[in-house]
T-cell receptor, first 109, second 112 residues
Framework: GENVEQHPSTLSVQEGDSAVIKCTYS??????FPWYKQELGKGPQLIID?????GEKKDQRIAVTLNKTAKHFSLHITETQPEDSAVYFC????????FGAGTRLTVKP | EPEVTQTPSHQVTQMGQEVILRCVPI?????FYWYRQILGQKVEFLVS????????KSEIFDDQFSVERPDGSNFTLKIRSTKLEDSAMYFC??????????FGSGTRLTVV
């Protein structure tokens, strides 16, 4: 089955800096890659996604890139704000969605 | 905005008891899922359900677990003979297509 690896497990940045979270996946048939933000006590919330026929997608301060050949995809958050602090999960879907282990992002004011 | 609703938000049960976790998916969604998250760990896939049957299940989803869609709106996860290690957050999700899942806020299950 699909195995998703995510790095780093924790990330601390100063407000205004950029944050990058990287994931790799194992199943070349996976064709959809969502990113979720999970705040304390809440369920994962979809923040951005990318399909396998797209190399990059941007939504305001958030962008995601996908390298299908290398089976890598990354989340980029620019101009980070304290409210971006949360746990971020990448995921890959072939038949079903499998998550990475999560990255705890802390944005220091 | 449509939501996936889960009840209860917190359930405490004695070891060995059966629990039923309830979910009301978004009304026009066709695909339904259960995930669990042990405290501080990753979100793990349990089972997916489509067209009134299980479409895929993980190695976690053994005979102790079952799912049901008893009517047009509810989707339940039953855990029989609960063990201490079943303590976790259980998330229900639904989607209209096999993508774009919407998650509920979860049920925290505590087995004592």
């Amino acid at each position: 089955g699909e195995n998703v690896e995510q790095h780093p497990s924790t990330l601390s940045v100063q407000e205004g800096d950029s944050a990058v979270i990287k994931c790799t996946y194992s199943d070349s048939a996976s064709n959809y890659f969502p990113w979720y933000k999970q705040e304390l006590g809440k369920g994962p919330q979809l923040i951005i996604d990318i399909r396998s026929n797209v190399g990059e997608k941007k939504d305001q301060r958030i962008a995601v890139t996908l390298n299908k050949t290398a089976k890598h995809f990354s989340l980029h958050i620019t101009e980070t704000q304290p409210e971006d602090s949360a746990v971020y999960f990448c995921a890959a879907i072939n038949n079903d969605m499998r998550f990475g282990a999560g990255t705890r992002l802390t944005v220091k004011p | 905005e449509p939501e996936v609703t889960q009840t209860p938000s917190h359930q405490v049960t004695q070891m060995g008891q059966e629990v039923i976790l309830r979910c009301v998916p978004i009304s026009n969604h066709l695909y339904f899922y259960w995930y669990r998250q042990i405290l501080g760990q990753k979100v793990e896939f349990l089972v997916s359900f489509y067209n009134n049957e299980i479409s895929e299940k993980s190695e976690i989803f053994d005979d102790q677990f079952s799912v049901e869609r008893p009517d047009g709106s509810n989707f339940t996860l039953k855990i029989r003979s609960t063990k201490l290690e079943d303590s976790a957050m259980y998330f229900c999700a639904s989607s209209l297509t096999p993508f774009g899942y919407t998650f509920g806020s979860g049920t925290r299950l505590t087995v004592v």
